[in-house]
């Protein structure tokens, strides 16, 4: 199997999973992710970026920190976050 089918047949089980409960996990989940990237859009915001730049590198850093957290998890790799975050500070102070 490809990694690309594998990608594909994860995303479509998470999306199945949630979309169970007639959709409510769905929306919650919507909600707190809606929630998480509205500050992060704020945060950029603040530092003096655009509107569509802010939501851009809003959905840039809270994607790459969920990735991280399901790979740290997967992993059982705190030694992974630490460097994801080291990595993202640095990445911030660029901006």
């Avoid at 919650?28 to 939501?55: H, S």
């Amino acid at each position: 199997m490809t990694t690309m089918l594998k990608r594909d047949r994860l995303i479509e089980a998470t999306k199945t999973l949630l979309d169970k409960e007639g959709g409510q996990l769905a929306q919650l989940a919507a909600q707190i992710f809606q929630v998480y990237l509205d500050w992060a859009e704020t945060q950029f915001l603040l530092l003096g970026k655009t509107e569509p730049e802010a939501r851009d590198l809003a959905i840039d850093l809270i994607s790459s920190l969920q990735g991280t957290y399901v790979l740290t998890a997967s992993f059982r790799s705190p030694e992974l976050l630490e460097r994801k975050l080291q990595r993202l500070e640095m990445w911030i102070r660029t901006l």
